[in-house]
């Protein structure tokens, strides 16, 4: 008997490991060479270091406190690595669970699966380290597939699992209570017209469920949000403005060009700041997988009103795609832009989804839709499912969608250590004060370039030091110079304006003053001509400063 136990589990180990391994490896075509050097890796919107820190009213607090679990027996910058990995497994296997609904062919599952992740919008997220969309868009995708096993089974565990897949999406992503919506009331329509084989009792029990699932799991961070108590809430409620829906409005030269953008997934305002490299201006591929797909993704739609079990579900889709791409544009175009206009200033916390282009995760999930109906119908024909041919040629298809993903970003980002001066100082000011005090860090800026990193990032300080630190939080994109909601953050800019004038420094139990040398920091020169601060360390990346009181 304990033989055939080991038979039985050897063999479900292969049978998990013939169908996952082939995803996990078109994930590692990504993050494979990131893990043969050791360091962090640094995007605008994603820095990384040693130190772990949440908080329980961030919507990331539950993903954190993972991380801060794994640091006691894996090093941070391995744990940085491993969740890369894993949000690009999650956007495959997402995609591999909405496809099983259509088929069971495990080769076009894995080459449709990879549409998921090798797209314009994904790598434009990625790119800028906005990685929290990227995992709403897997969760969106897995909503979606449980909606579509109700819709065949009338199964009513899979409206449960439609919720915790909401509230995931949601958690990663506060602006998806708004994108999602929209599949929300689709589903609920078409689940009406079967209204004969749902029992009306039975699904407003699901959906009171389905409620309360999502609102548990968000719990931690919504309750201070509709409480107005937290940063998210005072950056919604008090610092947005029409300034910031400028600089973050859809790119494109013209509306035509906007509109271009959007249908093709693009778009991202963050791709003309030059942190990454801007697929539309890679010439020699840009738009071709696109045009190569779009009559895949028509036959999708034709075959899709054809089939009389997707036709209610494809003219659903369709209007949702032209009602997402119209309210993806913004304030870019014409009528919508008062459309727009009217929504940032009339829908409670709407104005929180400045940049419009997110709605194009939308897009992502439908055009998905319609590869699958269209790939699904013509993978059937036998000259074509028993060639293995077809498949890698859509599989290369689909991943020329963005080339530049593939080995690291194509090397844009590469693994960085912190200079040993870092440590140095870090070990002082730790053993000086206990934590029992605070660190101003400076060149003040929210994002900037870092000689070890070699890009703009945002400020790592935080993440590095053992101690609490005080950074800037100013953004300085044109339009948004300054949006602080931190009370410490605006003394420190009002000190920093008055060069030192202002005693606000033992106000706010500041010890020791640290000056990167990068960016900006010969502007800071001032700082040796105050009398209450002492030099202590010129090393050459950091310079540290004591605060003296009287």
Known sequence: MPCLSIIYLMEKIKKILTEYLPYLGVSLLISLPWFFKPGYLFFTDLPWGPTIKTSFTNNWFFTETIFILFNYIIPSDIIQKLFLTVIFLTLLLTAKHFIKNFTKNKWLSLALSSFALFNPFVYDRLGYGQVGI?????????TISFFIK?????????LVWAGISTGL??????????????FYLLFLILIMFKIKKVKIHKLIIFLVL???????????????????????????????????????????RSETDALKNVLMMSGFWGKENWRYKDLTKFKQNWGVSFILLLPLFIYGFYNGLKNKNYRQLTIGLTIIFIISATLALGIRAGI??????????????????????????????IYFFFLT????????????????????????????????????????????????????????ILEETNCQSKTLFLPWHLYMGFGFIGNITTNPAKLYFDCPIISGDNMEIPGVAYQSHSPKNQLIHKWL??????KILQELNIKHIILARDADWQNYSWLNDLPELELLQNNRNLILYQVKYE
Not at 134 to 142: A, K, M, P, R, V
Not at 235 to 252: D, L, S
Not at 497 to 502: E, I, L, V
Request: a positive charge; proline letters at 4%; aromatic letters at 14%.
């Open 373 to 428: 109906l269209g790939s699904v119908k013509i993978f059937k024909s036998k000259i074509i499912s028993k060639n293995f041919l077809p498949y890698l040629t859509l599989l290369i298809i689909i991943i020329l969608q963005a080339p530049l993903l593939v080995w690291g970003m194509a090397g844009q980002v590469k693994p960085a250590q912190y200079p040993n001066d870092w440590y140095q100082v870090n070990q002082y």
């Open 336 to 365: 919508i832009k008062n459309i727009t206009y009217w929504a940032f200033e009339n829908i409670p916390a709407y104005k929180g989804l400045r940049e419009t282009q997110k709605w194009v995760l939308n897009l992502v999930v």
């Open 497 to 502: 304006q008055t060069q030192g004038q202002a």
């Open 210 to 252: 389905i409620s309360l699932i999502i609102i548990i799991i968000n719990l931690n961070w919504l309750y201070p949000f509709l409480k107005g108590s937290s940063g998210q809430a005072h950056t919604v409620n008090q610092t947005i403005n029409q300034q910031h829906y400028q600089a973050f409005q859809t790119a494109g």
């Open 169 to 182: 999406a949601i958690m990663y992503s506060m602006h998806l209570i708004f994108i999602i919506l929209p």
């Open 150 to 158: 109700f819709l065949n089974n009338f199964q009513y565990k899979n």
């Open 134 to 142: 990227l995992l709403s868009l897997g969760f969106t995708i897995l």
